[in-house]
């Protein structure tokens, strides 16, 4: 009978102790980002699923752009990503490319600890390659604006949602140039410098 009431007592008290610890749902914010957009940080990122609609040619898109910049003051960041996207459309394909500088600012109006909106500008130049086309791969200009929002999930990464509007006059030779409203989804993942820290 002791050790009966022993192994209960044993059993309730593993049972309780266990019962007792908190369960920790995962993070989904963190109220970093002040320290993310210092001067002298560099964050590297992409946006990962900007799917759109061409105006003109009714055109749906896939794209991917990993980018990299430096924050050359509080807020502010410079920096260049890569275009890289797969349009499909009725009849063919086209692969794009292409490498456009940008310059971002983060608005501290309307800022939370956990979340910033921004801007951003970008020049640059960009080509495409149709497919059984004859002089293709020109290089042309393509500039645009985004406005976007940036929810900071852990310390120093934030997920992103941006509204864009481009326009980009790849293969000059066939009069395919295009002006495009799309939606992108990416992250961003900000280094604090050594003096940062």
Not at 75 to 87: E, P, S, T
Not at 169 to 192: K, R
């Amino acid at each position: 009978m002791k050790n009966y009431v022993l192994t209960l007592f044993l059993v309730m008290a593993v049972v309780g102790s266990t019962m007792a610890q908190t369960v920790t749902a995962p993070q989904t914010t963190a109220p970093v980002q002040a320290t993310a957009i210092r001067q002298g940080n560099w964050m590297i990122g992409a946006d990962l699923a900007s799917i759109g609609h061409n105006f003109k040619s009714e055109t749906f898109t896939l794209d991917v752009e990993p980018r990299a910049g430096f924050f050359i003051s509080d807020n502010a960041a410079i920096g260049a990503q890569v275009q890289l996207g797969l349009q499909l459309y009725d009849g063919g394909e086209t692969f794009s490319y292409g490498l456009t500088p940008f310059v971002r600012y983060y608005f501290p109006e309307g800022a939370a600890p956990t979340h910033r909106w921004f801007g951003e500008a970008l020049v640059g130049f960009a080509g495409s390659n149709l497919k059984d086309n004859e002089g293709d791969a020109f290089f042309s200009t393509v500039y645009g604006v985004r406005a976007g929002y940036a929810h900071f999930v852990a310390t120093n990464v934030s997920l992103e949602g941006t509204l864009n509007l481009v326009r980009s006059n790849a293969n000059i030779d066939v009069g395919s140039g295009t002006t495009g409203l799309s939606l992108g989804l990416g992250f961003q993942i900000y280094l604090p410098s050594r003096g940062n820290r």
